[in-house]
Nanobody, 126 residues
Framework: QVQLVESGGGLVQAGGSLRLSCAAS????????MGWFRQAPGKEREFVAG????????YYSDSVKGRFTISRDNAKNTVYLQMNSLKPEDTAVYYC???????????????????WGQGTLVTVSS
């Protein structure tokens, strides 16, 4: 089973940028489709972005499309989420997730995913 550790969260002003990283250990990352989710206080966890095993396919929620970019470096066993033009409503704990069999998209049920990181907090001030 792969283990995931997120990093890169922090406090940023609206309009700023952050890059989140999700480092994998235990198994090679190329065996997994990957995704980023977020959970704001009092809200359900929601899909943010997904990327296929080789990186050829990427998927985004409407709320982040054009502002966020998901990428992966399988040689470094790491997935990234570049977040630009951040808004206060982007404030949340961000989680990465892995699936060995299926692409992770907005249609993915979070309860289907068994592999999660511990999360990293992103706070966007207005």
């Amino acid at each position: 089973q792969v283990q995931l550790v997120e990093s890169g969260g922090g406090l940023v002003q609206a309009g700023g940028s952050l890059r989140l990283s999700c480092a994998a250990s235990g198994r090679t990352l190329s065996s997994y489709a990957m995704g980023w989710f977020r959970q704001a206080p009092g809200k359900e966890r929601e899909f943010v972005a997904g990327i296929s095993w080789g990186g050829g396919g990427t998927y985004y929620s409407d709320s982040v499309k054009g502002r966020f970019t998901i990428s992966r470096d399988n040689a470094k066993n790491t997935v990234y989420l570049q977040m630009n033009s951040l808004k206060p409503e982007d404030t949340a704990v961000y989680y990465c997730a892995a699936d060995p069999l299926y692409e992770i998209t907005i249609a993915t049920h979070i309860h289907h995913l068994e592999v999660w990181g511990q999360g990293t907090l992103v706070t966007v001030s207005s």
